[in-house]
């Protein structure tokens, strides 16, 4: 069964940058089938699509979040990193990781989420 | 930039029948969209529904069901149980890897 699992600090200063990183067991990142992406919640707030990465490399990112977002994958560790840079309080939220099933465009498991606070 | 509408609140009585929407600030849903619907609970992930407009994802009971009505993607809860309350959320695809959330609605059961 697949699991993706989020990881990365809890606590990020203003204008630095966030990192985090999503492992996935039970399943290949590398499929072809798939493509990888950051959904974000802030507290009492809707979801929001931060970005993707399809098979291959390609990359998409949220408009609103300009050329902030980096997406990767690092294929032997199995795992899918995030790095938002210049981050503000606004950017406080949950992030969850998710793989999105590619000939459907949709999310179908997601990771559990974890709390990233913006603060000095 | 595009906006995706869904009704902010909504309220359904024990075994009533509820249907949520989700559009599109301008223009009209249509499966092409790949409009699919998720189900989150406070302090949980999100759960997928329903995906490809009416598919509904492995588990999800059939009183689950989803469509396109009129110009908007839909879901419609039949038979509403007390754990339906929740706050569910549509997503379309614009194209380009691109994908927007809707704002969310909030369904009581009561």
């Known amino acids: 069964q697949l699991q993706l699992q989020e990881s990365g600090p809890g606590l990020v200063r203003p204008s630095e940058t966030l990192s985090l990183i999503c492992t996935v067991s039970g399943g290949s990142i590398s499929s072809n089938s798939y493509y990888w992406g950051w959904i974000r919640q802030p507290p009492g707030k809707g979801l929001e699509w931060i970005g993707s990465i399809y098979y291959g490399g390609s990359t998409y990112n949220n408009p609103s979040l300009k050329s902030r977002v980096t997406i990767s994958v690092d294929t032997p560790k199995n795992q899918l990193s995030l790095k938002l840079s210049s981050v503000t309080a606004a950017d406080t939220a949950v992030y969850y990781c998710a793989r999105g099933s590619w000939d459907r465009y949709y999310f179908d498991s997601w990771g559990q989420g974890t709390l990233v606070t913006v603060s000095s | 930039q595009t906006v995706v509408t869904q009704e902010p609140s909504f309220s359904v009585s024990p075994g009533g029948t509820v249907t949520l929407t989700c559009g599109l600030s301008s223009g009209s849903v249509s499966a092409s969209y790949y409009p699919s619907w998720y189900q989150q609970t406070p302090g949980q992930a999100p759960r997928t529904l329903v995906y490809s407009t009416n598919t509904r994802s492995s588990g999800v009971p059939d009183r689950f069901s989803g469509s396109i009505l009129g110009n908007k993607a839909a879901l419609t809860i039949t038979g509403a149980q007390a754990d339906d309350e929740s706050d569910y959320y549509c997503?379309?695809?614009?194209?380009?890897?691109?994908?927007?959330f809707g704002g969310g609605t909030k369904l009581t059961v009561l």
């Open positions: 997503v379309l695809y614009m194209g380009s890897g691109i994908s927007v």
